[in-house]
């Protein structure tokens, strides 16, 4: 089992419309986790980073924890084209300070 | 300038050379961390620096070497380069206390021959 699991898709998703991206974890003791976008040849970016379960939201997008079911969500509200690219979900490994990414999802948002 | 600076930007080297790769950072952060990225496996640790006498081996750090050299530097070396490390290299930074995420450069394509 994979570390972090996200699906690779891609995931295609109308402008205007909510893309839902998720991700597991395998390692239980895990408390920070994170966001990053990465457009094709560019470095990640951190969007979102979340320690406590429920949601936490920035402008369009909401990052959603839920240490039980081990799950950390996205949500980016009114896709627009510009938000095309992966989306890589990542945590830190229990007081490592080192962080394990996902292989990311591909979503395309069409105009 | 950008927080996190790589040198080169592109490499094509031949089989069996040496190459380094530099990383300079303006953020002050005392982490810093060696990943590469191949399509399909995502990004894996090579080496981390937690200070400049602090270097730690990440989960694919054979064939490769690292270099502290202040607190601001982070040099990654490949010994004898072969084709398989031909991969998108990143180094990244961290701050102290609790995780806040990484500051990435700009990354090095580096192509094997």
């Known amino acids: 089992q994979k570390e972090v699991e996200q699906n690779s898709g891609p995931l295609s998703v109308p402008e205007g419309a909510i893309a839902s991206l998720n991700c597991t974890y395998s390692?239980?003791?895990?408390?920070?986790f994170f966001w990053y976008r990465q457009y094709s040849g560019k470095s990640p970016e951190l969007i979102m980073s979340?320690?406590?379960?429920g949601d936490k939201e920035d402008g369009r997008f909401t990052a959603q924890l839920n240490k039980a079911s081990q799950y950390v969500s996205l949500l980016i509200r009114d896709s627009q084209p510009s938000d095309s690219a992966t989306y890589l979900c990542?945590?830190?490994?229990?007081?490592?300070?080192?962080?394990?990414f996902g292989t990311g999802t591909r979503l395309k948002v069409l105009a | 300038d950008a927080d996190v600076t790589q040198t080169p930007r592109n490499r094509i080297t031949k089989t069996g050379k040496r190459i380094m790769l530099e990383c300079s950072q303006t953020?002050?952060?005392?982490?810093m961390y060696w990943y590469r990225q191949d399509p399909g496996l995502g990004l894996r640790l090579i080496y981390y620096?937690?200070?400049?006498?602090?270097?730690n081996k990440g989960e694919i750090s054979d064939g490769y070497s690292v270099s502290r050299q202040a607190q601001a530097k982070f040099s990654l070396s490949l010994e004898s380069a072969i084709p398989n490390q031909t991969a998108l290299y990143f180094c990244?930074?961290?701050?102290?206390?609790?995780?806040?995420?990484?500051?990435f450069g700009s990354g090095t394509r580096l192509t094997v021959v």
């Open positions: 990542a945590h830190e490994t229990s007081g490592t300070y080192k962080y394990i």
């Open positions: 979340i320690y406590s379960n």
């Open positions: 390692d239980r003791g895990s408390q920070s």
């Open positions: 990244a930074t961290s701050d102290l206390g609790q995780a806040r995420g990484y500051t």
């Open positions: 620096s937690f200070d400049v006498k602090d270097i």
């Open positions: 953020k002050g952060h005392d982490r």
